[in-house]
């Protein structure tokens, strides 16, 4: 069936330094790929997502690429700050009915 | 606008109890989703409402799980009777749905329900 794999965590970053977190799916089909990102405290939230190849999703400086033949959607940030330490989950979405496949969740702590 | 509100936020029972977890979802969001999310796992879909109808429930224990969504507006997940792997956090959430009843992908979620089965 889909899945999603994901980089293990925890990722510890100073503030400013380079983001990447790694996320590669196996789906049959098409999938729309997604980035959720969970704050300390609250619910899931949408980062961003990209619904076919080669698209690009975007949303407060971070970025993710559709690589379909890599099957690959990975996270980027050029400058990370001390308020993007959350959890952040991959995610797909490979049928009608909307529902959406996670994966296990990367914690990033951004230290001062 | 309202987000998804669910309650209760936090619960502690003993096995072999019962509890249950209420969602109201984004008004007008005819999709409604319960995931269960284990600690250090991601969330695993347990049930997910089309209006009040059942989409999927093929990941859901029926032995001990049941869940309903009168009128297709708020949901109600029930566990009966707990294990202690049930112990996780029951997130809901609510989609938007689009006349052809293809879903644009966006899940709205609530903040969860932390549930400790002792």
Redesign the interface.
């Known amino acids: 069936g889909d899945s999603v794999t994901q980089m293990e965590g925890p990722v510890t970053l100073s503030e400013e330094a380079f983001l990447t977190i790694n996320c590669t799916y196996t789906a049959t089909g098409y999938p729309s790929l997604f980035w959720y990102v969970q704050y300390p405290g609250e619910g899931l939230q949408l980062l961003l997502k990209a619904t076919k190849a080669d698209d690009k999703g975007s949303n407060k400086g971070f970025e993710a690429t559709y690589r379909k033949e890599t099957t690959s959607f990975h996270l980027e940030k050029g400058s990370v700050q001390v308020s993007d330490s959350a959890v952040y989950f991959c995610a797909l979405n490979g049928g009608s009915q909307g529902n959406l496949i996670f994966g296990k969740g990367t914690k990033l702590s951004v230290k001062p | 606008e309202a ?2 509100a669910q309650s209760p936020r936090y619960k502690i029972i003993e096995k072999r109890q019962s509890v249950a977890f209420w969602c109201n979802p984004i008004s007008g969001h005819a ?1 409604l ?1 319960w995931y269960q999310q284990i600690l ?6 347990l049930i ?1 409402f089309q209006n009040n109808g059942v ?2 429930d093929s990941q859901l224990p029926k032995d001990r799980f049941s869940a309903e969504r009168l009128k297709g507006v708020d949901s109600t997940l029930k566990i009966q009777p707990a294990k202690l792997e049930d112990s996780a956090v029951y ?1 809901c ?1 609510s ?1 938007f ?1 689009r006349g052809a ?12 329900s932390r549930l400790t089965v002792l």
């Open positions: 987000g998804v999709t989703y250090g796992q991601g969330p695993k879909l997910q989409v999927d997130l959430a989609s749905t009843g293809v879903n644009t992908g966006e899940l709205f979620f609530g903040e969860g």
